[in-house]
């Protein structure tokens, strides 16, 4: 049994998730049911009609509540579990820094790639820009 402050093993927290997910959806449909029932106004009562409205018009404003209120707890549910995730989730979180790491040496390589290319190619295209010049005319008149 988890002690407050520690945390809960992976399969208590699944099973604590589990229950509240079982126990809001049953809340929804118990009260959803019971309003539907409070709907059709099929009740023999022997109080008069006026104070059974407004009974039925409580016990519906009730179990509304109680429907926002299990609304409410799925949503802090979600939440939760989204939270458990993201913090618990070491696999798939390995998983995408190794993927983003092989993704990245492989633009860094093929940027390197580029650039060895456009080096070899500005040497070349320097090499024979000098060649010209030297081999030139206008060289040889500025040297006599």
Known sequence: MAQRGLPQSKEALLKSYS??????VKSLLENFEEIIKLAKG???????RMTQCEQDTYEMHVRSANIVRAGESLMKLVSDIK???ILNDFPSV???ITQNSKLFRQKQSEADQKLM???DDMAADLYDLEEEYYNSVYKCRIAD
């Open 117 to 119: 290319m456009l080096r």
């Open 19 to 24: 229950a509240r997910l079982k126990d809001d």
């Open 83 to 85: 939270q458990y995730l």
């Open 94 to 96: 390995n998983d995408a």
């Open 42 to 48: 099929e009740s023999d009562s022997q109080l008069s």
